[in-house]
T-cell receptor
Framework: SQTIHQWPATLVQPVGSPLSLECTVE??????LYWYRQAAGRGLQLLFY??????ISSEVPQNLSASRPQDRQFILSSKKLLLSDSGFYLC??????????????FGPGTRLTVT | GQSLEQPSEVTAVEGAIVQINCTYQ??????LSWYQQHDGGAPTFLSY????GLEETGRFSSFLSRSDSYGYLLLQELQMKDSASYFC??????????FGAGTRLFVKA
């Protein structure tokens, strides 16, 4: 079966500090992977998605970046956090065999507070 | 622009039926998906409509009308555990997805 992991679960970081969030998927090969951010009480904002190793599409031209160094690993980074980066960060993968992104499975998320 | 519009809140009583509407304007439309999210948790996939009509999965049903750019999620025999946020989502070209802002459902005893 396919599972998705994210860590850490919670994180408190000062403004201007770096960030690294990791997401890994098990039980599937070459999954499409997504990073979303959710502000409190709001919807999901797509940040990045990846269809393969080293292939990253950016939807948000801010101080965040993403990398996919391995097939089942997706990393979200920042060199200097802003207060506005606070939120719930969710990683998701596409169900195997799908030709369109209609059924996504989410990791448990990382709740980031920038102080 | 690309957007999906949903009501912000809906309240219903236990045992009742509730409908959550979603109107959309997206490019690269592949269909409409629905997700449930409990407080503090991650979204979970509920249903997907690629074609017009009604899809039923247990107590939940989802409907799509492409000509009207409209869909809805129908929850029957409401239970307290159904209190959550519900999101509609649609395609935005390729493998991109756009989510609505979500509808908070409150189920009262």
């Amino acid at each position: 079966s396919q599972t998705i992991h994210q860590w850490p679960a919670t994180l408190v970081q000062p403004v201007g500090s770096p960030l690294s969030l990791e997401c890994t998927v098990e039980g599937t090969s070459n999954p499409n992977l997504y990073w979303y951010r959710q502000a409190a009480g709001r919807g999901l904002q797509l940040l990045f998605y990846s269809v393969g190793i080293g292939q990253i599409s950016s939807e948000v031209p801010q101080n965040l970046s993403a990398s996919r160094p391995q097939d089942r690993q997706f990393i979200l980074s920042s060199k200097k956090l802003l207060l506005s980066d606070s939120g719930f960060y969710l990683c998701a993968y596409l169900k195997e065999g799908q030709g369109s992104p209609y059924e996504q499975y989410f990791g448990p998320g990382t709740r980031l507070t920038v102080t | 622009g690309q957007s999906l519009e949903q009501p912000s809140e809906v309240t219903a009583v236990e045992g009742a039926i509730v409908q959550i509407n979603c109107t959309y304007q997206t490019s690269g439309f592949y269909g409409l998906s629905w997700y449930q999210q409990h407080d503090g948790g991650a979204p979970t996939f509920l249903s997907y409509n690629a074609l017009d009509g009604l899809e039923e999965t247990g107590r939940f049903s989802s409907f799509l009308s492409r000509s009207d750019s409209y869909g809805y999620l129908l929850l029957q025999e409401l239970q307290m555990k159904d209190s959550a946020s519900y999101f509609c989502a649609g395609g935005a070209g390729g493998f991109k997805t756009i989510f609505g802002a979500g509808t908070r459902l409150f189920v009262k005893a």
